[in-house]
T-cell receptor, first 113, second 112 residues
Framework: DAGVIQSPRHEVTEMGQEVTLRCKPISGHDYLFWYRQTMMRGLELLIYFNNNVPIDDSGMPEDRFSAKMPNASFSTLKIQPSEPRDSAVYFC???????????FGSGTRLTVV | QQQVKQSPQSLIVQKGGISIINCAYENTAFDYFPWYQQFPGKGPALLIAIRPDVSEKKEGRFTISFNKSAKQFSLHIMDSQPGDSATYFCAASSNAGNMLTFGGGTRLMVKP
């Protein structure tokens, strides 16, 4: 198994531009999580899905952020418009129903200039 | 409200020494306590985990100590090596779902 796959690994964009981050969870995993990591705030849960349905998006910082999971093998996190304070590493993680551990992807390092 | 508090934020240990990272939780419904290890440029990876029916779990040089009455648990790294230099996160979850609550992380540096 290739694990959780995120793309791109690095993204540099100008303020105001739209950014789309992508995630392919491990096949058979029912849960998908989006996290943001910064030095100041550590790991923050943004949103999570169960069986492709968003369950809790209370961590999404504002309306500029949106996430979708159109099928069991793909999810996106979109920021529109992007701002410099969105610069962070964004992680996707997945897990199986009943399993207690997550498998994280390698992350996308986003820099908004 | 942060439900899992982790300390210290950073830690420097000499090679061969013992690294100790502590976590405290509030939610008594938590019944699974994993530790994750994160190397630069990588995502966190599960290192070791414990359930509250035991007070200690050991895997190689890594040991979790668990104190249910105090609602605290800690990670001990024996004979710390430079290769252990990483960020460590404690976490906790309840049986109610697959949600993990993470601590703030500890950046460990092991000096040669």
């Amino acid at each position: 198994d290739a694990g959780v796959i995120q793309s791109p690994r690095h993204e540099v964009t100008e303020m105001g531009q739209e950014v789309t981050l992508r995630c392919k969870p491990i096949s058979g995993h029912d849960y998908l999580f989006w996290y943001r990591q910064t030095m100041m705030r550590g790991l923050e849960l943004l949103i999570y899905f169960n069986n492709n349905v968003p369950i809790d998006d209370s961590g999404m910082p504002e309306d500029r952020f949106s996430a979708k999971m159109p099928n069991a093998s793909f999810s996106t996190l979109k920021i529109q418009p992007s701002e410099p304070r969105d610069s962070a590493v964004y992680f996707c993680a997945s897990s199986e129903q009943g399993a207690r551990g997550y498998t994280f992807g390698s992350g996308t390092r986003l820099t908004v200039v | 409200q942060q439900q899992v508090k982790q300390s210290p934020q950073s830690l420097i240990v000499q090679k061969g020494g013992i690294s100790i990272i502590n976590c405290a939780y509030e939610n008594t419904a938590f019944d699974y306590f994993p530790w994750y290890q994160q190397f630069p440029g990588k995502g966190p990876a599960l290192l070791i985990a414990i359930r509250p029916d035991v007070s200690e779990k050991k895997e190689g040089r890594f040991t979790i100590s668990f104190n249910k009455s105090a609602k605290q648990f800690s990670l001990h790294i024996m004979d710390s090596q430079p290769g252990d230099s990483a960020t460590y996160f404690c976490a906790a979850s309840s049986n109610a779902g697959n949600m993990l609550t993470f601590g703030g992380g500890t950046r460990l540096m092991v000096k040669p």
